[in-house]
């Protein structure tokens, strides 16, 4: 293909790589809470290095916090309505993160803020790209990535949780 063609086709399809995740985005956000009773507090190990969870109790929080920062960046410019419940979903689970490793490790949540707001980046970029190898390999970042979907399903009702009961961790610091 001439390069004018080849660039107008790859913005084609980076725009549908782009209303995809905003799709999956307002699904994520706006849907009814997921019908999830006996979700459990520990996510698979689907984006990074890590396999033992935390012996803080932080690790749930600081995952889905890093899955929803994966899809901040295209909330922003396709699908804006939804980023301030992204935004205040991911300050809640980080504050709690930093609640539990307080409780567990003694001190306050501020001490701990920094370290969990980079843990979550991190997490963040390792979603990002996974989203982005899913896209490249099939057309979707979703399709077929069973732990993605789980870890969707578990963030949501994890974030419900929050909502209805904020102090999963226990006392505030």
Known sequence: LP?????????VTERMRLKTIALALALLCCAAPAAVAAAQLVL?????????????GSDPFIRCAGLYTAFLHHARSL???????I?????????EAAEARAEAKGGTRDQYR???EGETRAIGTAYAGRL??????????????????????????????LEHSPALTGPRN
């Open 132 to 161: 982005e190898k899913n896209y490249e390999s099939n057309g979707d970042p979703f399709k077929g990535d069973a732990v993605i979907q789980q870890d969707m399903t578990f963030c949501k009702t994890l974030t419900d949780r």
């Open 114 to 116: 920094a370290a969990v």
């Open 44 to 56: 698979r190990a689907s984006t990074g290095n890590q396999t033992e969870p935390s012996p803080d």
């Open 79 to 85: 699908a804006p309505s939804v980023v301030p419940a």
């Open 3 to 11: 390069e004018g063609r080849r660039h107008a086709a790859q913005e």
């Open 87 to 95: 935004e205040s979903s991911i300050k809640a689970l980080n504050i």
